[in-house]
């Protein structure tokens, strides 16, 4: 069965720091990858999805992931953070044409002033 | 459009009471899903239906959940009875397929559910 792992389970930074949220997923076929995010205390919302084409995709926010392949993996990046980036982060992946999304564990990110 | 509604937000009852979260997705996505979210667990996908039809069920945890989706633009989720352990966020979100599947889910506010 299908897997996402997602490491850091929960990330400190302060203002202005650079951002890398791991993501690993487990499947070899086709595999379509998304990031979503929480703010506290709303719904999940997405940041960036990648299909096909150009593995560096770009979000919303300053996001931005990298799918590599032969790591199988879409790290999530944001070069300067803010405090306003204080969220759950969420790595979810959709395989073989299905409509089962699996998300992974999730990562707190907590961004100090 | 106003997206994925979710009511109630809050809910507080008591151990064996029933439960009946209440959702209506976004007018035209022909996917519905109700997942669960807990510290411990994470999000969890319970049931997803397709044009009214549940397809895949398998992470109902048990007999105490149900799940029904009437017509296009309701779905409920039941637990009965509840407990304690089913305390957690739970989330409706719906997508639109175009033929590939964008898989893209726009989730609801979710209903916070306290069983004491």
């Known amino acids: 069965a299908q897997s996402v792992s997602q490491h850091n389970h929960h990330v400190i930074l302060s203002e202005a720091a650079s951002l890398e949220l791991g993501c690993n997923y487990s499947?070899?076929?086709?595999?379509?990858l998304f990031w979503y995010v929480q703010y506290p205390g709303q719904h999940l919302q997405l940041l960036l999805k990648?299909?096909?084409?150009?593995?560096l995709v770009k979000g919303i926010k300053g996001f931005e992931a990298e799918f590599i392949k032969s790591k199988f993996s879409f790290n999530l990046r944001k070069p300067s953070v803010q405090w306003s980036d204080t969220a759950e982060y969420f790595c979810a992946a959709l395989t073989g044409g299905g409509n089962k999304l699996t998300f992974g564990t999730g990562t707190q990110l907590k961004v100090e002033l | 459009d106003a997206g994925v509604i979710q009511s109630p937000r809050h809910e507080v009852t008591e151990m064996g009471q029933e439960v009946t979260l209440r959702c209506k997705p976004i007018s035209g996505h022909d996917y519905l899903f109700w997942y669960r979210q807990t510290m411990m667990r994470g999000l969890e996908l319970l049931i997803y239906?397709?044009?009214?039809?549940?397809?895949?069920d398998s992470g109902m945890p048990e007999d105490r959940f149900s799940a029904k989706m009437p017509n296009a633009s309701f779905s409920t989720l039941k637990i009965q009875p509840s407990e304690p352990r089913d305390s957690a966020v739970y989330f409706c979100?719906?997508?639109?397929?175009?033929?590939?599947?964008?898989?893209?889910?726009?989730f609801g506010e979710g209903s916070r559910l306290t069983v004491l």
């Open positions: 990648y299909f096909s084409g150009d593995p």
């Open positions: 979100a719906s997508s639109l397929t175009s033929g590939t599947g964008t898989g893209e889910l726009f």
């Open positions: 239906f397709n044009n009214n039809v549940p397809i895949d």
């Open positions: 499947y070899g076929g086709t595999v379509n």
